[in-house]
């Protein structure tokens, strides 16, 4: 089974910020989402396959790995470190690719790469937590389950479970913060997007916190106004 395909962090991207980025890093994101998708509609077994007969390139380079990443592993994880690997690994080809095609791709970029696409996963799958739940695709740890004394079933009922929704919320801000960096190192209309993503993301993170399970309002006009403004001029919110 394929794991299912999630559209946060394109939500939290506007359109026309999007639209703005280099013409070459929108084609290959274009390209690689289009083969994620033929990897979903393909059998497990054929995916190493149409990876292997990519031409040498980027979009080649990127994918190592990734037929693996795209199936649903036992859920929930066992521990919180084998869900943060699954987290990392999964958006992993798109943080790569991003980095290969801006000419920006060496170990230290890749690692905040990583983190930053670790946090987006994970808020997507907190977005789309109550509707897991509720299919028996718990995107959780057992360990974390335990602790905060929640069940799949009362995640599907939309039970409230505000300790470990904020306690998601907390790692997801941990490795946003972590990869900030990156978006003060890439320049021009791609490091502006991505500084613009990671605040979209850390105020989505703090409206998550007052809304639980329930979804958040969209932003305000004026919100994105002052987001723009952070990410032209610093690329993490003051605390």
């Known amino acids: 089974?394929?794991?299912?395909?999630?559209?946060?962090?394109?939500?939290?991207?506007?359109?026309a910020v999007f639209a703005a980025l280099p013409p070459r890093l929108r084609q290959a994101l274009a390209?690689?989402?289009?083969?994620?998708?033929?990897?979903?509609?393909?059998?497990?077994?054929e995916r190493a396959a149409l990876l292997a007969g990519l031409p040498?390139?980027?979009?080649?380079d990127c994918t190592e790995g990734w037929p693996d990443a795209l199936v649903v592993p036992p859920l929930p994880f066992a521990t919180l470190g084998d869900l943060l690997a699954h987290a990392q690994r999964t958006w992993a080809p798109y943080a790569a690719l991003t980095l290969a095609v801006l000419g920006h791709d060496d170990e230290r970029a890749r690692g905040y790469a990583?983190?930053?696409?670790?946090?987006?996963?994970?808020?997507?799958?907190?977005d789309h937590l109550r509707a897991d739940c509720r299919a028996g695709l718990p995107y959780l740890a057992r360990e974390d389950?335990?602790?905060?004394?929640v069940t799949v079933g009362s995640l599907a009922t939309g039970l409230p479970a505000p300790t470990l929704v904020d306690s998601q919320l907390e790692?997801?801000?941990?490795l946003l913060r972590a990869g900030s960096p990156l978006g003060r190192e890439l320049?021009?209309?791609?490091?502006?997007?991505?500084r613009l993503l990671i605040l979209a993301a850390d105020r989505w993170i703090t409206a998550k916190r007052r809304s639980g399970l329930a979804d958040p309002p969209p932003f305000s006009?004026?919100?994105w106004l002052v987001l723009a403004a952070h990410a032209v001029r610093h690329g993490w919110p003051r605390d």
């Open 1 to 15: 089974m394929a794991e299912p395909r999630p559209d946060l962090p394109r939500r939290l991207l506007p359109d």
């Open 31 to 45: 390209e690689l989402s289009a083969l994620e998708q033929r990897l979903r509609e393909t059998a497990p077994a």
């Open 56 to 60: 040498a390139g980027p979009l080649h």
């Open 114 to 126: 990583r983190a930053i696409a670790g946090a987006l996963y994970l808020l997507t799958r907190l």
């Open 145 to 149: 389950m335990a602790r905060h004394r």
């Open 171 to 174: 790692r997801a801000r941990r």
């Open 187 to 194: 320049r021009g209309r791609s490091g502006f997007a991505l």
């Open 221 to 223: 006009a004026f919100d």
